[in-house]
């Protein structure tokens, strides 16, 4: 048996200890964080960074064409949408009014080939917005907005698309009607060796349209 003194002792010596032995992982934390402290005020040397601006060099240099021509194809595809949009709701707006609604390409009626629209009723009166209103669209799109280097061709030729209250093309044509939307540059679809996604509008008589991809082989859903 230990007297009180020597218990005293005893404890106190493994008290000691236990204090050891957590100081240790504390002591270690200090010595990484040091160490980090001095590798972060390390920094690079000139050689590190030249190769690293080497790298990012040859990245966009491999980059760049390739999102030039997401880019071109993006404004394309914004384009198609927007049309395809206009026809829908041309349609939508016909059966709802039971009126005859038409898309009218603009640029194309003023002799260009830009993407611009408007949506206004055949025969406008007070409650159908057209010529002659305060309101002379039901809606409209300038295609210089998100698609400035997109253009329209239609086949056959046609300035406008006008629907029925029934939902039909008015008047009926003898088969669909194709709006082929591209870039401004020459020969730069997909389909004729080119770098950009061209797309292309398919609009049935009975008033549906769908949108296809010209550069697509059947019989894949999205070719033409």
Known sequence: MLDRSQERRLRLIVCMSVMATMKLPFARIRLLQETGRQSLQ??????????????MALVLYFMIPSMAAWMQSSQIRSATESLQGALQLARAEAVRRNTAVEVVLTSV???GDGTDWLIRC????PTCPGNGQAETSIQ???????????????NPAMTALAYSGSGRLTPVPAANITINVGHRRASSCL?????YRCLRLVVAPGGQVRMCDPAVAAPNPRAC
Not at 122 to 125: D, E, G, I, N, P
Not at 191 to 195: E, T
């Open 191 to 195: 389909a004729d060796g080119g770098d």
């Open 42 to 55: 390390r920094g690079f040397n000139l050689i590190e960074l030249m190769v690293g601006i080497a790298i």
């Open 122 to 125: 055949v025969t406008s009166s």
């Open 140 to 154: 409209q799109r300038v295609g210089a907005e998100g698609a400035p280097n997109a253009t329209v061709t239609v």
């Open 109 to 111: 009626a003023g002799g």
